[in-house]
């Protein structure tokens, strides 16, 4: 099994440009996320898919969409990059039922946007 | 507003002794609390977890300690070992519904000298 893997592991953008950030999961999890990780902010979720067809908005989700094209793939498209935008992109997985909450995640997408 | 504090940025400690990591929480639905690893350049892995109705939880030379009341956890490491030199982040969620999210702290880099 890979667990969670993202594509690709390195990007530089313009400002302005757009990109789509892979991620697929083949643990058969329902649930799946994207995290964005800044220095001395943590962890912080942009969107999230609890199921197959549903997609939610995260703590910063402006700047970004997603779609939950299967239940194995989940990604995360730039429109128009900005530098803000600029950090390191987890995806994340779960099987989404109740109690578990283990989330297994990806090992990152690192972006710079100039 | 964080929701979820891990007011310690760094923590160094001596190969042998105890690391005692801590984190409060504010918001009361929590109720189910994890524990996750990260290395440099990868992404965060699942440690331990604990719910609310236990007051401890152990594997190996993890032990999780919860203060419900007073919105409080803390992650022991004994012994400590070089290895475990890493960030770590507490994360919280609630076990009820159908919110699948999890509210992370910003980490604590412990270092772990030889």
């Known amino acids: 099994n890979a667990g969670v893997t993202q594509t690709p592991k390195f990007q530089v953008l313009k400002t302005g440009q757009s990109m789509t950030l892979q991620c697929a999961q083949d643990?058969?999890?329902?649930?799946m996320y994207w995290y964005r990780q800044d220095p001395g902010m943590g962890l912080r979720l942009i969107y999230y898919s609890a199921s197959e067809g549903t997609t939610d908005k995260g703590e910063v989700p402006n700047g970004y969409n997603v779609s939950r094209l299967n239940k194995r793939e989940f990604s995360l498209r730039l429109e128009s990059a900005a530098p803000s935008q600029t950090s390191v992109y987890f995806c994340?997985?779960?099987?989404?039922?109740?109690?578990?909450?283990?989330?297994?995640f990806g090992p990152g997408t690192r972006l710079t946007v100039t | 507003d964080q929701q979820v504090k891990q007011n310690s940025p760094s923590l160094s400690v001596q190969e042998g002794r105890i690391s005692i990591l801590n984190c409060d929480y504010t918001?009361?639905?929590?109720?189910?609390f994890l524990w996750y690893k990260k290395y440099p350049a990868e992404g965060p892995t699942f440690l331990i977890s604990i719910s609310s109705i236990k007051d401890k939880n152990e594997d190996g030379r993890f032990t999780v300690f919860l203060n419900k009341s007073a919105k409080h956890l803390s992650l022991h490491i004994v012994p400590s070992q070089p290895g475990d030199s890493a960030v770590y982040f507490c994360?919280?969620?609630?076990?009820?519904?159908?919110?699948?999210?999890?509210?992370f702290g910003k980490g604590t880099l412990l270092t772990v000298n030889p």
């Open positions: 994360a919280a969620g609630p076990s009820g519904g159908s919110n699948y999210k999890l509210t």
């Open positions: 994340a997985s779960s099987e989404g039922g109740q109690p578990v909450y283990e989330q297994y």
């Open positions: 643990m058969n999890h329902n649930s």
């Open positions: 918001n009361s639905m929590f109720d189910y």
